[in-house]
């Protein structure tokens, strides 16, 4: 396949991720997973995995075949199981039988499997593809384009677009973003990401120029624009035009996270600025430097597991109740405290936290607060979410951080890539809703495209070489 196809391909199917809308169509939702897993099985048979994120990669599948592992064992109903949830004890009357299973309600944690495992195979998918460096180009300009054109939507169904459309027996309804993502928070994730893209085709073309300069030219009448000074402000439009289409979502995490995600997008431009001139070129892999950079990431890891563990069981619940105005509190700290290691399944949140409810608290509900959070997905999965996610975090900040002193031209993929943590580890920490496929498809998207750009290919000598312009 050309570049553009493969891209087009990838941005595909980060935009069929919007119509199945997660749990409200449950088929389309399980056939977009089987779809990315041939395509993923594909891309690695035909192109293979990047030579030089091999260790990615492979973290990558193994994650998901854990984590598949990991939920079909949760959901197993066996009569001696060993590890039947004791909550079914509390909520008996709402899932009418005390059920053998770790997982509170298997059928859902089920249900959850596919859309579970497929932004791994698509980051894996991705990032092979990306072992070019004119198609992972290709996937971010992409994947800019289709946030604004989210953006225009937007705008032009407040002035423009009716209410809907009745084409014979088939009705469309022009709805907003949040109704078509089935969640605003959601849907403002989906365009903070967006514009962290068009962000680094900002950067990617103001390379080698001054912003100063740029900026006094396009009030000189004798001192034309330069191309791709052009390109960058072209994109520039594009980000404010995206930027005012995530504040009409009215979703304040959405807006905060993005607001951070750009803060360190544009510190690390900061700080890693160096002259076009300053060429650090990449040591060549070795297996002992491999070992040691594994063994870092285990160790880091552990040291932050350890001291969130740490900061959980010393958490002050009086304090937290009295200086945030939340009840409940207490309930949650319970809850984490009795099922941090297995986990209550995947979409038994609900049932998880009726055992641990006050019935008298109905405002400000600690409940409502941890709903689609790291506390969320410590009910849901038990250690192995924060294991995973850490060990996924760890690896990745260090693989950018290892670009930022040697890709001088691709600095900006570097920069997207630590924007988009601390995006999503934001949004994660506030309300990250991923009923919509979208949301992890273009985490994936983002995340792939821009590790496989922040790797330096010259010390192998593929065919994504840092000899052409950006």
């Not at 009705?171 to 994730?189: H, M, P």
């Not at 986990?343 to 608290?361: E, M, Q, V």
Request: charged content about 15%; aromatic content about 8%; proline content about 4%.
């Amino acid at each position: 396949m050309s570049q553009t196809v493969l891209a087009a391909v990838v941005v595909g199917f980060v935009a069929l991720g919007i119509l199945p809308q997660g749990v409200f169509h449950q088929i389309a939702s399980d056939g977009l997973a089987v779809a990315i897993s041939v395509f993923a099985a594909i891309v690695y048979l035909r192109i293979g995995e990047h030579p030089r994120a091999a260790g990615l990669s492979r973290f990558a599948l193994a994650a998901a075949v854990v984590l598949a592992a990991y939920i079909l064992w949760q959901s197993w109903l066996s009569p001696g199981a060993p590890f039947a949830n004791p909550a079914f004890k509390a909520v008996g009357d709402l899932v009418a039988v005390e059920r053998q299973s770790v997982a509170l309600d298997p059928a859902d944690s089920m249900a959850a499997l596919g859309p579970s495992i497929a932004p791994f195979l698509f980051f894996i998918a991705v990032l092979s593809i990306s072992r070019n460096d004119e198609t992972a180009k290709k996937v971010v300009v992409f994947l800019a384009l289709f946030g604004v054109a989210l953006a225009l939507y937007s705008f032009l169904r407040l002035r423009f677009l009716p209410p809907g459309l009745e084409l014979g027996p088939v009705k469309v309804a022009f709805e907003d973003l949040g109704t078509i993502f089935g969640e605003r928070n959601a849907a403002a994730t989906f365009l903070g990401l967006a514009v962290l893209a068009q962000a680094g085709q900002v950067a990617r073309s103001m390379y080698g120029h001054e912003w100063l300069d740029t900026i006094a030219r396009v009030f000189d009448p004798w001192r034309p624009v330069r191309k791709r000074e052009r390109r960058a402000l072209v994109y520039a439009g594009m980000l404010v035009l995206t930027v005012a289409a995530l504040a009409m979502t009215q979703s304040r995490s959405g807006m905060i996270s993005t607001g951070v995600g750009l803060a360190v997008f544009i510190l690390v431009g900061l700080v890693t600025a160096r002259r076009p001139n300053d060429v650090r070129v990449a040591l060549a892999p070795s297996a002992r430097r491999t070992m040691g950079r594994a063994a870092m990431v285990v160790a880091v890891s552990a040291v932050i597991l350890v001291a969130g563990y740490v900061a959980l069981t010393q958490v002050d619940v009086t304090a937290l109740t009295a200086d945030f105005g939340y009840c409940n509190v207490a309930g949650v700290v319970q809850a984490v405290h009795e099922n941090w290691l297995l986990g209550t399944g995947l979409g038994a949140f609900d049932l998880a936290s009726a055992a641990y409810r006050d019935p008298a608290c109905v405002v400000n509900d600690a409940w409502g607060r941890v709903d689609d959070t790291y506390v969320a997905a410590l009910l849901a999965l038990g250690l192995i979410a924060p294991v995973l996610l850490v060990i996924a975090v760890v690896a990745l900040v260090g693989n950018f951080a290892m670009a930022c002193r040697r890709r001088h031209r691709h600095n900006w993929a570097s920069m997207l890539g630590f924007g988009t943590l601390a995006l999503v580890g934001t949004q994660a920490a506030l309300d990250l809703s991923v009923e919509t496929p979208a949301t992890l498809l273009m985490v994936a998207a983002v995340l792939g495209t821009s590790a496989a750009l922040a790797i330096d290919q010259r010390a192998v000598g593929t065919d994504g070489a840092d000899t052409k312009a950006p």
